[in-house]
């Protein structure tokens, strides 16, 4: 072959390589966009791993809420900054969650003790005062959520006696629960019933709450503080739940939801210390049940700012909480409160702030 022939036979191959090349590439089927390029964050690697399992169900359901809106709230709240696998960044919830839309406002307690927090101390015409002055500090702090008032009642007691069943813990009557679920729509608001297992367990317990739970604007809060797994008396030391303990409540709401066409339940889960929830990163939300870990220490606001970050924000869950005591809290210097400003500063902001 002389080297005319040579060249064209060359020049020929060159052509055809070129017409398939832009055949395969520019003709082939355009593929749909897939759920991991359709988030909103830039995720670490490793974060990103451990977010594959929800990532199909945000993608799902998202049509029930308003996504955007919902993204960029929680960008807010982690101030726009995600170095943590924080579950809230990876699914959404199902139509009309009240998470990070509202930032729930509680007062916390149970009607027949002045000890358990305010709702046992002072008047129902001095609640709704008050209430009044914490929603104006909270809307002005943050006129971007708007916030909710919620009365946050202790259904369920630990005891320090074992009770008729041995389980050292008191069931509230039907007509007091009433009276917290009545109180907290007089609000225009939302109700949380709060559980203390003592000896007992929450597969034993929430099943009672069922018919509360029902109604729409009731939810669940769980305090492992009184969970006393190895006998003790409730009282004498800090009690734990396990993940699974937990686990098996998000399923229980879910299941609620689900069988009965209900809003998202919101499942307020109290800790200080890192016994209180064992295996927290086993903790699964789920686009029906939406979990706050609340900060539930006492004292000065520098120690209650440490308690929060290594315990709450330390060990990401889901959504967090603060909680505060209009007496404990001023025992020592300086002889106040947190401010909605200091505590907007946490990462990430509370949308659940209770108080005691």
């Known amino acids: 072959m002389n080297q005319k022939?040579?060249?064209?036979?060359?020049a020929f191959s060159i052509s055809i390589l070129t017409l398939l090349f832009w055949l395969f590439w520019v003709l082939k089927p355009i593929q749909p966009p897939t759920a991991s390029s359709q988030q909103p964050y830039?995720?670490?690697?490793?974060?990103?791993?451990?977010?594959?399992?929800?990532v199909l169900i945000q993608q799902e359901i998202k049509e029930g809420i308003d996504s955007i809106d919902f993204d960029k709230r929680v960008r807010a709240l982690a101030h726009d900054s995600i170095?943590?696998?924080?579950?809230?960044?990876?699914?959404?919830?199902?139509?009309?969650?009240?998470?990070?839309?509202?930032?729930?406002?509680?007062?916390?307690?149970?009607?027949?003790?002045?000890?358990?927090?305010?709702?046992?101390?002072?008047?129902?015409?001095?609640l709704f005062e008050l209430f009044d002055e914490e929603l104006k500090a909270w809307n002005?702090?943050?006129?971007?959520?708007?916030?909710?008032?919620?009365?946050?009642?202790?259904?369920?007691?630990a005891q320090k006696n074992p009770g008729k069943e041995g389980w050292y813990r008191l069931r509230m009557p039907e007509s007091q629960i009433q009276k917290a679920i009545q109180l907290g729509r007089s609000l225009d608001g939302i109700t949380f019933l709060d559980v203390q297992v003592g000896h007992s367990t929450l597969e034993r317990e929430i099943p009672t709450l069922e018919k509360f739970l029902l109604n729409t604007d009731v939810h669940l809060g769980i305090d492992p503080e009184w969970s006393m797994k190895d006998g003790s008396v409730p009282g004498t030391k800090i009690g734990?739940?396990?993940?699974?303990?937990?686990?098996?409540?998000?399923?229980?709401?879910?299941?609620?939801?689900?069988?009965?066409?209900?809003?998202?339940?919101?499942m307020v889960v109290h800790r200080f210390t890192r016994n209180m929830i064992t295996n927290y990163q086993d903790i699964k939300a789920t686009p029906q049940v939406q979990v706050v870990i609340n900060m539930d220490g006492f004292g000065f606001p520098a120690k209650k700012v440490d308690s929060y970050r290594r315990f709450v924000g330390g060990m990401p869950v889901q959504f967090t909480g603060m909680k505060l005591f209009y007496i404990n809290d001023k025992l020592t210097l300086p002889y106040r409160l947190m401010t909605p400003k200091e505590i907007l500063k946490l990462y990430p902001k509370p949308i659940y702030i209770q108080y005691q």
């Open 5 to 10: 022939k040579l060249w064209i036979s060359s």
């Open 42 to 54: 830039q995720i670490q690697e490793s974060a990103l791993d451990t977010l594959k399992p929800t």
């Open 83 to 126: 170095p943590k696998p924080w579950q809230v960044f990876s699914i959404y919830p199902e139509k009309g969650a009240l998470l990070p839309f509202y930032r729930i406002i509680a007062m916390y307690g149970n009607f027949y003790s002045k000890h358990m927090g305010i709702l046992g101390r002072i008047t129902e015409e001095e």
């Open 140 to 157: 002005q702090a943050d006129s971007l959520t708007p916030s909710l008032p919620a009365v946050h009642y202790i259904a369920i007691t």
């Open 240 to 266: 734990t739940l396990d993940a699974a303990d937990l686990n098996f409540a998000i399923e229980y709401l879910s299941n609620l939801v689900k069988e009965n066409g209900l809003p998202p339940k919101i």
